[in-house]
């Protein structure tokens, strides 16, 4: 493949370069591919997304470096803190007062998430340092592949809440102790000023860049409408700017955008639909992200020794999460069923957890391939595996309402009863 494009780099030279054409021909393959699993095989778009990225990467596809870098790595932020921002203003911070057991939830699955992934890789030898990386990653749902698999099934209920706001709230911690751990992998000082420093300053950047953002935007809906083309070009150059300003100044530039969610949805309580505009725009970004990381997954060394490790991390992962959510169910306010349902939905990893292991690869030439060799198959393993069970789950749940398919067959669970 690598001779095919040499060929034609030398005789096609567009304004804009080759990787573009050759990034927007993969764009359009996977949207069709997108379509034509959801709409023959009731299979969400993310399984077409995941799978034209693979085997492009399976062929050798250059256009993705790693550790991403440069327009690469922006463009994967940009789409994650969409994504959260959009799912930070779905969630009202009063609602903990009222059920704080749900904040318990949250807790309880990250932390035995961590736990179990970092003994389990203990138990596989492998170093201290590579597997409490892997289980930081491993905290993190992914809110990307959730909100694509309730929009393709039109899904609305207990569950889908649920794993929606436990999926953000695992995010935020991720991203925090990610990106200071990131700049203490080669650090020795042990004493607890040196730990809680980055995480202040991680949080402290990312609260006040979205702070900032979320204030520039209420000011904006004063004399904007939220139907506006004009607001959510706002919108999505606003956020843009937040994600650079961010990764800048040393903060998170996902959590920014949650953060930035979270708040303005406090401060404009009235809902507002995001415009048309700004769905295509992002879902354009979204499927970028999964494209990007099905074609960097795809290129890493897989082995039969990675193997096992990948299976064993996700199945430490998945077990945590269910044990997580079920032990802190009670007075949570959604029933043992629903909460067994809405663990099984937190099994997705994708665009958030390649931006976790891209900082750590950046942040350690020696450690970095080591933690991306397993990581890597691992997301892509979960965002096509996690994409069909979090259908499933909403299906079982009865909380989809999406359309039987062309070929006249309804998928399992979608009639209601």
């Given at each position: ?103 318990l939830q949250s807790v309880l699955e990250a932390a035995l998430t961590y736990v179990a992934v970092y003994f389990t890789l203990r138990w596989f030898d492998v170093r201290p340092s590579v597997a409490d990386a892997l289980a930081l990653v491993a905290m993190a749902s992914s809110p990307a592949v959730l909100s694509r698999v ?268």
């Amino acid at each position: 493949m690598d001779e095919f494009m040499a060929i034609w780099g030398q005789w096609l030279k567009p304004s804009a370069g080759l990787p573009t054409v050759q990034w927007s021909l993969l764009l359009a393959l996977a949207a069709a591919a997108g379509h034509l699993v959801q709409r023959h095989m009731a299979l969400p778009k993310v399984v077409g997304y995941s799978a034209v990225g693979a085997i492009a990467g399976i062929l050798g596809f250059t256009g993705a470096a790693w550790p991403l870098q440069g327009i690469g790595l922006f463009l994967l932020e940009l789409g994650v803190s969409v994504v959260l921002f959009e799912t930070g203003g779905r969630i009202a911070l009063r609602w903990f007062r009222h059920n704080p057991m749900v904040l318990l939830q949250s807790v309880l699955e990250a932390a035995l998430t961590y736990v179990a992934v970092y003994f389990t890789l203990r138990w596989f030898d492998v170093r201290p340092s590579v597997a409490d990386a892997l289980a930081l990653v491993a905290m993190a749902s992914s809110p990307a592949v959730l909100s694509r698999v309730v929009t393709d099934v039109r899904a609305a209920g207990p569950v889908t809440e649920r794993a929606i706001v436990l999926s953000a709230l695992g995010a935020l911690y991720a991203l925090t102790l990610v990106a200071a751990r990131a700049g203490l992998m080669h650090r020795e000082e042990t004493d607890l000023f040196a730990l809680l420093y980055p995480v202040a300053v991680v949080l402290g950047v990312s609260v006040a860049v979205g702070a900032t953002l979320a204030l520039v935007l209420r000011f904006a809906l004063h004399f904007m409408s939220p139907n506006s083309e004009n607001t959510s070009i706002l919108l999505i150059a606003s956020i843009a700017a937040g994600t650079a300003v961010a990764s800048h100044l040393g903060g998170s530039a996902a959590l920014a955008g949650l953060l930035a969610g979270l708040v303005l949805k406090q401060i404009h309580p009235r809902p507002w639909a995001w415009p048309r505009q700004l769905g295509t725009a992002a879902s354009l970004l979204v499927m970028l992200s999964f494209v990007l990381v099905s074609v960097v997954a795809a290129q890493a060394d897989w082995n039969p020794g990675v193997a096992g490790l990948v299976l064993a991390l996700v199945g430490a992962r998945t077990l945590a999460k269910l044990a997580g959510v079920l032990l802190a169910n009670p007075g949570s306010g959604t029933s043992w069923r629903q909460a067994l349902m809405t663990g099984w939905a937190m099994s997705p990893m994708s665009s958030l957890a390649l931006l976790l292991v891209s900082q750590f690869a950046s942040a350690s030439f020696t450690l970095g391939p080591r933690i991306a060799s397993i990581a890597l198959p691992a997301i892509l393993l979960t965002e096509v595996l996690g994409a069909v069970i979090a259908t499933f789950v909403l299906h079982l749940a009865r909380e989809s309402s999406q359309p039987e398919p062309t070929n006249g067959t309804a998928p399992v669970g979608a009639q209601r009863a």
